[in-house]
């Protein structure tokens, strides 16, 4: 037990390093479209599935059927994304246009590492610890598109410590907990034009990485009810965040930024050399209200033109930062996953998936989602693995977040002055060690 407990504090420090100097996009809105690599291989789906110590993340409950084993992977994450801006500038008081045409962000690339370990207490108990990135999201525009100080972008990063406990119900059914340690980090730049808008504008932008904390719970079931067919299920309670105080004049509640609350769902059936799984998930982002809290630009200005020279303040004003203040207009998501896997070649095991997803920005909300355009819908996978000897194996997984574009007015222009299209495609490629 002592050589457990050293090796976990050894995987901490590592990948909480590795983590400091990491930012990652996710791909479900701001979330994964899966953890661990046996996982990922096919689209995330496998909440009914004891596959890796990082399966914690997506059902506790199968750790118990697991053995003891170590889990280490490091995926590196290209999301490519822009937005495009047809129509010029009004000009007209009180209006806020944007400079026509195409911007893409840098920054291409981005490394993503997870370890997961589980340990076996008993025949009917286990205990397991995970440290993986749940999601996130980041743009860097090379140009101040707001008219700010500096180029235009976001940095949000989210991580979880992920302690878990395990327990057989007879010999096909199971139980887990497990109790989440969150992390986020955060940081804005470029949004000085915003300034009139904030309930505080020295807590608006560019005031460095700012970090938070939280604590969460999640709880889950597993079960095989004939040969080959089980289904399991868990609950994520939403992550309750300690505020960004940097970024108060921001996002709504005086930086409060919780993460959401989820539920996962899902069958799977074994069969001669083939497994199929099948889950639904979903992601409660209207439950937070930095995150699901609209753009209403007539409540935002202070005051109004009074056609005169003067202005006329705005008595339904709601100022960024405050409890009703603007968010990114972003609603619950639900996600369906499809993923199968061949055993028949010899030490070799083969995957391979498919989610969908309507993703969350209505069309109403386009200015703000510049900063966080999470529009892909559809992701694709590939994934394999090797045993090798004395019950290790090497993988591989590959995803595709197929190229998705939404688009909508400016809603902070004259009526049908300006539209804003938002793109992105993504790949990601990760390899995995186990023992």
Do not use: C
Not at 32 to 59: D, E, P
Not at 121 to 148: H, Q, R, W
């Amino acid at each position: 037990m002592k050589r457990h407990i050293n090796f976990s504090l050894l995987a901490f420090a590592m990948l909480s390093l590795m983590i400091s100097h990491t930012s990652l996009y996710a791909t479900n809105g701001y979330y994964s479209h899966g953890y661990g690599i046996r996982y990922k291989g096919m689209a995330g789906a496998g909440v009914s599935l004891s596959q890796s110590a990082l399966g914690s993340a997506t059902n506790p409950a199968g750790l118990v059927f697991l053995g003891d084993r170590y889990d280490f992977n490091l995926a590196i994450f290209n999301p490519n994304r822009e937005f495009t801006v047809t129509g010029n500038p009004s000009g007209f008081p009180g209006t806020f246009g944007l400079a026509p045409g195409t911007v893409e962000s840098d920054k291409k690339a981005f490394f993503i590492p997870s370890i997961g370990a589980n340990w076996s207490l008993n025949d009917n108990s286990s205990i397991g610890v995970s440290f993986y990135g749940n999601g996130g999201m980041n743009t860097e525009y090379p140009a101040a598109i707001f008219g700010g100080a500096q180029p235009t972008g976001v940095d949000l990063s989210q991580m979880f410590l992920n302690t878990s406990y395990s327990r057989k119900l007879g010999e096909k059914h199971s139980l887990g907990f497990s109790a989440i340690l969150a992390y986020q980090r955060f940081e804005a730049t470029g949004l000085e034009a915003f300034g009139a808008f904030s309930s505080d504008a020295t807590k608006l932008t560019g005031n460095g990485h700012d970090n938070s904390f939280g604590l969460g719970f999640k709880i889950g079931y597993m079960g095989e009810f004939s040969p080959g067919l089980r289904f399991g299920a868990s609950y994520q309670t939403q992550m309750i965040m300690s505020e960004f105080d940097d970024y108060s004049g921001l996002y709504a509640e005086q930086g409060g930024f919780n993460i959401p609350a989820t539920w996962t769902a899902g069958l799977s059936y074994e069969f001669a050399d083939w497994l199929f799984a099948f889950d639904v998930q979903q992601i409660m982002y209207d439950d937070v209200k930095s995150i699901a809290n609209p753009i209403d630009p007539t409540a935002l200005p202070p005051a109004f033109p009074d056609g005169s020279g003067g202005f006329t303040p705005n008595p339904n004003q709601i100022a960024l930062g405050e409890d009703g203040g603007s968010g990114f207009g972003w609603g619950t998501m639900t996600i369906y996953k499809l993923g199968t896997e061949f055993r028949g070649v010899d030490t070799w095991k083969f995957r391979g998936g498919f989610s969908y997803s309507e993703q969350p920005i209505p069309d109403s909300e386009m200015l703000f989602n510049i900063l966080a355009p999470g529009v892909i819908e559809k992701h694709a996978t590939l994934g394999v693995t090797k045993i090798l000897d004395n019950d290790q194996e090497i993988s591989f997984a590959m995803m595709h977040g197929f190229s998705n574009t939404v688009s909508g007015p400016n809603r902070f222009e004259a009526p049908n002055q300006q539209n804003i299209e938002l793109n992105m495609n993504q790949w990601e490629f990760e390899i995995g060690f186990s023992f």
